[in-house]
Structure formats: structure tokens, C-alpha cells
Nanobody, 121 residues
Framework: QVQLVESGGGLVQPGGSLRLSCAASGIIFSINDMGWYRQALGQQRELVAEITNGDSTNYADSVKGRFTISRDNAKNTMYLQMNSLKPEDTAVYSC???????????????WGQGTQVSVSS
């Protein structure tokens, strides 16, 4: 079994910055694609940013130029650097990883519990 744990959320003022981390633990053979999602109150969950195992990235239009996704494969960790935060960025941010594990190998999606990001003055 694989566990994902997010950290780095909190309360910041508009224009501030936060760096989210997502660390995977367990018996992991490899991790393919990774992504950050968020869900605001009364809204559906949406993709914020994703990164492939080849380091290709995609971002939601609402965060382009402000957020940066990255990964450290040696640490099985993914990051989301969030700059110029806006009140509309307030949401629970969850990480997702596509992980190869087990024997024979199985490719499965795993989700973290989420971390709250609140942007308010």
C-alpha cells in the first residue's frame, strides 16, 4: 500500500506565497505522472497542475505564471510553489500520483488527504 501525505498549507494574505509538498511512502517501484488538484467550497475538484515522469508540465489557465509544479524522484516527492496567491485560490489541495507497486506490478492512482490553503486578509 502507498500513502501520500501533503504538507505546507496554511493561511496567507493575498499576494503571498506557499510551497506545498506531497511525499509518497510504501513499497514503490516507480512513479509515473503526478498532479495537484484543488476543491473549493461548493465547487467541483479541478486539476491545478500536472507533471509527467519526463518532466512535462501542464497548468490550469487560472494559475499559469503563478504556480510551479516540480518533482524529486529520489525522494518520491512532488511540490507546488504558489506565488501571487489570490482569494480565489482558497481550497483544499490534494496530490495524486500514478504509482507502480506490487508483484506482479500494478499501476494505480493514489490520493493524499489534502491540505487547506486559505488566502485572506
Amino acid at each position: 500500500q502507498v500513502q501520500l501525505v501533503e504538507s505546507g498549507g496554511g493561511l496567507v494574505q493575498p499576494g503571498g506565497s506557499l510551497r506545498l509538498s506531497c511525499a509518497a511512502s510504501g513499497i514503490i517501484f516507480s512513479i509515473n505522472d503526478m498532479g495537484w488538484y484543488r476543491q473549493a467550497l461548493g465547487q467541483q475538484r479541478e486539476l491545478v497542475a500536472e507533471i509527467t515522469n519526463g518532466d512535462s508540465t501542464n497548468y490550469a489557465d487560472s494559475v499559469k505564471g503563478r504556480f510551479t509544479i516540480s518533482r524529486d524522484n529520489a525522494k518520491n516527492t512532488m511540490y507546488l510553489q504558489m506565488n501571487s496567491l489570490k482569494p480565489e485560490d482558497t481550497a483544499v489541495y490534494s496530490c495524486n500520483m500514478r504509482v507502480v507497486t506490487g508483484w506482479p506490478k500494478v499501476l494505480s492512482d493514489y490520493w493524499g488527504q489534502g491540505t487547506q490553503v486559505s488566502v485572506s486578509s
